[in-house]
C-alpha cells in the first residue's frame, strides 16, 4: 500500500501509524476514529473537502462515473415497483449497475448536508 500511494501520487489513510511511518509513503493520514461515520467527518474537516464532494456521480461497485437514463432504456431491468414510483435513474459506464433515488438517497443527502453545513 505504501509503495502503491506512493507511485500514484495518492494520501494513504490509515489507522496503521507503522504503515503511516515508512518512507514510501509521501503523503499520510492517521485516522482516529473507529466508526466509519466518524472517519469521514474527520477526512472531510481534515482535508477541507466540502467544497470538492460530488456525491452521488460515482458508481458505488467500481467507482466508475454514473450517467442518467431514458425511461425506454431501462424498461424491463428493474422490478415493475421500483419502474412506477421512480422517475430519475443513473448507470455505471463501467459496470452497468444501475441506480435510483431510493428511500437511502434522503438520509445520505441529509448526512452530506450536515457534513459540510
Same mark, same amino acid.
Given at each position: 500500500? /505504501? ?7 495518492? %494520501? ?11 518512507? /514510501? !509513503?509521501?503523503?499520510?493520514? @492517521?485516522? *482516529? /476514529?473507529?466508526? $466509519?461515520?466518524?472517519?469521514? /467527518?474527520?477526512? %472531510? ?8 464532494? #460530488? $456525491? ?29 414510483? *421512480? ?10 449497475? !444501475? ?5 437511502? @438517497?434522503? !438520509?445520505?443527502?441529509?448526512?452530506? #448536508?450536515?457534513?459540510?453545513?
Amino acid at each position: 500500500m /505504501a509503495r502503491l500511494s506512493s507511485e500514484q501520487q495518492r %494520501i494513504l489513510l490509515s489507522r496503521d501509524r507503522a504503515l503511516l511511518m515508512h518512507r /514510501a !509513503v509521501t503523503h499520510g493520514c @492517521y485516522i *482516529r /476514529a473507529f466508526s $466509519p461515520r466518524e472517519q469521514l /467527518a474527520y477526512l %472531510i474537516n481534515r482535508l477541507d473537502l466540502c467544497g470538492k464532494i #460530488s $456525491p452521488f456521480c460515482r458508481c458505488m461497485r467500481c467507482n466508475g462515473e454514473l450517467h442518467e437514463l431514458e425511461s425506454n432504456e431501462i424498461l424491463g431491468n428493474l422490478p415493475q415497483r421500483v419502474l412506477e414510483i *421512480r422517475e430519475r435513474f443513473l448507470r455505471c459506464g463501467q459496470c452497468d449497475h !444501475v441506480y435510483w433515488e431510493g428511500s437511502h @438517497y434522503q !438520509v445520505m443527502k441529509q448526512w452530506i #448536508s450536515q457534513l459540510c453545513g
